[in-house]
């Protein structure tokens, strides 16, 4: 990495943007950001890319960014800047906005990861069983918790008031406590689903040694469908099964005993510099909005109706600067000239329909399978395909540490036309989640599941809560399954490392 | 052949400037002569600052002054400046005063420090000292962003030749220090952000075309063409202190050379080195200069 060479070309770029005459014109009327002055976009994009890959700090890219703000505002001429459509009566300045008032110029620490959270792995990886990785759902360790456990089971209940069912898809006992992973729906006396919390308080829960438990309730930002029951007290980490009996239910016993039949995951060492890893990202994204905002690409953008039109706009927001991203990465020496990525981005685009990257390079003649499997989806006017009913999958699986993260697969489940994972995440996290184009920093994976069928699916973080030293997420994917397949493919991907894993669903279906 | 530079102050070849600044309730004189500020209308300048701190007004020519004391080697003033006599920035008085207004609008007038605190129910615990401690860091961090945007507002707004003038000034300040690779980047951006314009009039070359690097050691540095059309680049090694003593007196092109470096400095008369094309070995030129802003060079036949 080559940080002096990083810095100079974000300068050197900004010399050229302002160079553009263009500069000097006002924002259109009623733009987004026509009360502010600020550095192109293409610079911006730089500089977020050659602080997310470590070639250049926080503080010397918002003092560029900030110093170029000022160059822009200083060089728009009043005369111009006059020209509101608020009228003449504003004065012949426009001094506090063109100046930006009190507001801080250019900032982009609020795009970053913060400090990483205290590790938390050291519990768990201290308790894993012998062998690491590569048994990580067995049975618990005397020594303390780290136990994953496949469950499958419904729970309904039903009173005078409200009924639904409680949907358990694992068990997981870790330093942070015991908890089951669950997807819940409630109904009214009518049968009409409503938004009512089941009623945990009326739930017993018994384990093989006749102790007592309450459960506790928490969604912990996840989607409205899924939730945490937490065991309370903590209970021992060898209980053998729990009892659970609901308002006007038998007891149903949950066997804590059972295994989860599946290959050992696959290591496989990669070389990915940290700029390819950050295109690869980038690329996840656009395939990932594209289905998001339902654009057609069949049509020209120019055609498409205006709404779609404004959504498409999303994307193709993504896609901006493209260009002067790849070129900062080169000269921070952080993306190899001869890297195949830049063209495969460039492919992307093409294939999206979308203008005004940048990039250089010739599209690629081949992409990787999954981004193919997604385009080859929406190209095939597939997006509108309807997914699968509702249901839940049972499922835990602990994936080998990736980039210092160890992810654990705790249930998956379809849910009003989406499909969500729901995963325990342990090590180093950072704290702050959103970054620039809608890129979850925090999470430095790239994730696919593919399908029985074959078709892969992205899958992105939807909303962290950290809790104890671990993240509890749901990842979405994208597309959502279209069946209930009776296994699925993960693969994770990091920069020196990705991990396959095949994983049994076994689904549970509601009434 | 690299002609040995000699060392030299590098405002010799500028003129004195002036300007009038709105000071109180008139106008006032503030004068640029051989590297320094002089404001004749505040003979005691220091008894102001004195009273000023005492609670008085401070005169804007003592604040102006002070400013640019501040920014005589921050590099940012080579990010914002102008990159020649064509890149107009459109910044006077009244928009200095509309920034300052829009500042007092947003964080109110400076007043007396409360003298008691508040009572609180309870104490504070660590999360609200916490929150206290981060809001008044985040004030803090804006008002030292508006002190050091409006010093830069009324520094352009002295004008031209005096935005020149300070360029020059910081550019020398670090061409005589090895800031090493904290400073190198800002500087080869400054030189390609005026050499540019320049070779763009001199070659006819896309500016983007031109490419810089620092030149560390005694000679002037280098030049050469390479490439056609798209790939056509002019490379060009030129130290920092060519910004001080060549760009911004004024001497960057002076007929169909390009300047690179001083050899004899003086007003209005100098002995340069000059390039009639890339890659060939500098001239000497005798050069008379004619007063302005920023003075206008002629080669002695």
Known sequence: MNRERAETYLRLLAEAELRDPALASPPAPGSADAPFITAPITLTRAAWALTAVGALDLQTAEAILADVELAVATRRLPEVAVRSPAGPHLGPRLGPRRFAGGRPLARMSHLMPSVPAPAPAAAAADTAPPGGPTQPDGPAQPDGPGRYVPVGQMILFHDELISGELDLMSYAHTAAGARFTAAWRTRDPLGSRHHDLPPVDAITVTDDRGQRYDLVFATKGRPESTCDLTLRPDPPADIGWLEITAPGEQAVRVDLGRRAERPEPQISEINLSIGEHLLNRIAERLLVLAPEYQVNWHSPLATTPPHRAQLAGLVTNVAAGLGATIAALEAAEVLSPRSPVPARLAALCASLRIDGHGITAAPAPDLPEPWLSMLTHYHRRKPETATAGDGFAALAAALPELEGIRLVLLGLHNFDGGTWMDTLALGQLPGVQQGALGLDMAFPLSMWIRDGAGRWHAARPAGWYHEGGEATFTLRLTPPLTRSCSWIDVLATGQSAEVRATVPLCWGYRP | ?301
């Open chain 2, 1 to 301: 052949m690299n002609n040995p530079v000699p060392n030299g102050a590098w405002f010799t070849c500028l003129p004195s400037c002036e300007t009038q600044v709105p000071c109180g309730t008139g106008r006032h004189t503030v004068r640029w002569e051989a590297g320094s500020l002089d404001l004749p209308s505040h003979p005691d300048a220091e008894g102001e600052l004195v009273l000023a701190a005492l609670g008085g007004d401070k005169a804007r020519c003592i604040e102006v002054a002070q400013a640019w004391a501040r920014h005589v080697d921050d590099l940012s003033v080579l990010a914002i400046g102008p990159r020649g006599p064509a890149d107009q920035i459109a910044i006077d008085w009244d928009d200095v005063l509309a920034a300052e207004q829009a500042d007092s609008s947003v964080t109110g007038p400076p007043g007396p420090a409360r003298s008691t605190p508040m009572r609180l129910a309870s104490q504070p615990g660590p999360t609200l000292a916490r929150a206290g401690a981060r809001q008044r860091q985040i004030g803090e961090e804006r008002r030292k962003a508006q002190r050091r945007r409006n010093d830069v507002l009324s520094l352009l707004a002295l004008g031209y030749g005096f935005q020149v003038r300070l360029i020059g000034q910081v550019a020398a300040a670090h061409a005589g220090r090895d800031g090493g690779e904290q400073v190198r980047p800002a500087l080869v951006a400054a030189i390609t952000g005026r050499l540019a314009p320049v070779a763009e009039e001199w070659l006819g070359i896309d500016p983007d075309q031109v490419v810089v690097s620092l030149h560390a050691g005694r000679s002037w540095g280098s030049s050469e063409l390479t490439g056609y059309g798209a790939d056509r680049r002019l490379r060009v090694s030129l130290p920092a202190g060519w910004l001080a003593s060549v760009w911004a007196c004024g001497l960057a092109r002076v007929g169909r050379h390009l300047i690179v470096a001083v050899q004899e400095p003086g007003w209005p008369t100098a002995r340069v080195l000059g390039l009639r094309a890339p890659g060939a070995d500098p001239e000497p030129l005798v050069v008379q200069g004619s007063p302005g802003d920023v003075p206008h060079w002629e080669a002695y036949e």
